[in-house]
């Protein structure tokens, strides 16, 4: 079932075009790695997607309100910022609530619900400024979660995580893809990783260079062509 179409995107800034021609389909339970180099055009399309920016031409169908996203680069630098995990975790309930927006037994519930899901209860009353990487993103995954998306927006998550918070985080995203259904759309630097974990692969350059399964992509002359013989399997990650 599709739950997400994009025809003939094209984003121009200041005179520069950052996306051409952009068409790609996703489907419910896809889960989907926007890869490319600096300056592609992976954050400016997840905005675009979002409705954060304006585009100049193209249509852009998403068919759920159910939206989930993590932001690029959030970050609290304060050890006193005045908020625990569980007020920012419940925080990203806000978004459906109608003035005035009060907090109900039920979105406490909710809360509870996340936290043990995602294996963080312990930190529930812990500042969040004190929280050390992988908590703190485990914590924003539990805010974008909260809502019961349909379709989660991650836009390098990953970026200050050591490599072994990094590979919990994905498997963790994994598991939400598989056992949820849970349709994901990652924007990740981290090319050499997502291989192992996502199920497709979207490779942007300002325009679509490649979209489909990371076998498709393995095994495309096209790619090899483009890419190199090398470069292609290290993105693919289909060989030992």
């Known amino acids: 079932m599709k739950i997400l179409e994009i025809k003939d995107l094209n984003i121009i800034y200041q005179g520069y075009k950052i996306l051409s021609n952009i068409s790609f389909l996703v489907e419910k339970g896809d889960y989907i790695a926007i890869v490319g180099p600096n300056g ?5 399309l997840i905005k675009a997607i979002l409705g954060l920016i304006d585009i100049n031409s193209g249509k ?3 068919t759920t309100d159910k939206i989930g996203y993590l932001q690029q680069r959030f970050f609290l630098n304060d050890p006193k910022f005045p908020a625990n995990v569980k007020e920012i975790v ?4 806000l978004i459906n609530k109608k003035f005035p927006k009060f907090y109900s037994r ?3 519930d909710k809360v509870e619900n996340i936290l043990t899901k995602l294996d963080i209860k312990e930190l529930e009353n812990k500042i969040i400024g004190k929280l050390s990487g992988g908590e703190f993103q485990k914590v924003l995954l539990a805010r ?3 809502s019961n998306p349909e379709i989660l ?3 390098e998550p990953t970026t200050a995580l050591d490599p072994v918070a990094r590979d919990n985080f994905y498997n963790l995203i994994k ?3 598989e056992k949820e259904n849970l349709t994901i759309l990652l924007v990740s630097h981290d090319i050499g990783s997502v291989g192992k974990y996502a199920k497709k692969i979207l490779y942007l350059d300002q325009k679509l260079i490649f979209y489909g399964t990371f076998d498709e992509f393995c095994k495309s002359p096209d790619m090899t062509c483009y890419f190199g013989d090398i470069s292609q399997h290290f993105i693919c990650q289909r060989h030992n």
């Open 60 to 62: 852009i169908s998403l």
């Open 144 to 146: 974008a979660l909260i």
């Open 90 to 93: 419940k925080s990203g309930l």
């Open 40 to 44: 592609a055009g992976k954050t400016t």
């Open 106 to 108: 039920k979105d406490n």
């Open 175 to 177: 598991d939400l893809n």
């Open 153 to 155: 927006f991650l836009d």
